[in-house]
């Protein structure tokens, strides 16, 4: 089994700074692709920015240039480095990674796994 827990969300002014963790525990054979989403109330989920295992990246529009996503291979961990927030960037983010666990000694394929959500609000 696989755990994804976050934190690092709470409340802060526009253009204030925050940085999120995600931290992956459990049976774990191999993370491939890390990411963050995020849902607005009354809006989809969205992509919000991805980290590859060799650590290539790739943000949503809307966040490029303001958020950073890095991962710590080592620590099974990611961070979101969110910068000049914005009232529009509140939302719950949630963390979400491709993993393969071992299951009696013996890799098995690839699942898609979910953080719990942190709410990030932006606001004065």
């Known amino acids: 089994q696989v755990q994804l827990v976050e934190s690092g969300g709470g409340l802060v002014q526009p253009g204030g700074s925050l940085r999120l963790s995600c931290a992956a525990s459990g049976s774990i054979f191999s993370i491939y692709v890390m990411d963050w989403y995020r849902q607005a109330p009354g809006k989809q989920r969205e992509l919000v920015a991805v980290?590859?295992?060799?650590?290539?990246?790739n943000y949503a529009d809307s966040v490029k240039g303001r958020f950073t996503i890095s991962r710590d291979n080592a620590k099974n961990t990611v961070y979101l480095q969110m910068n000049s927030l914005k009232p529009e960037d509140t939302a719950v983010y949630y963390c979400h990674a491709v993993i393969s666990t071992l299951v009696s000694g013996t890799r098995a394929s690839p699942y898609a796994y979910w953080g719990q959500g942190t709410q990030v609000t932006v606001s004065s």
């Open positions: 980290v590859s295992s060799g650590g290539s990246t």
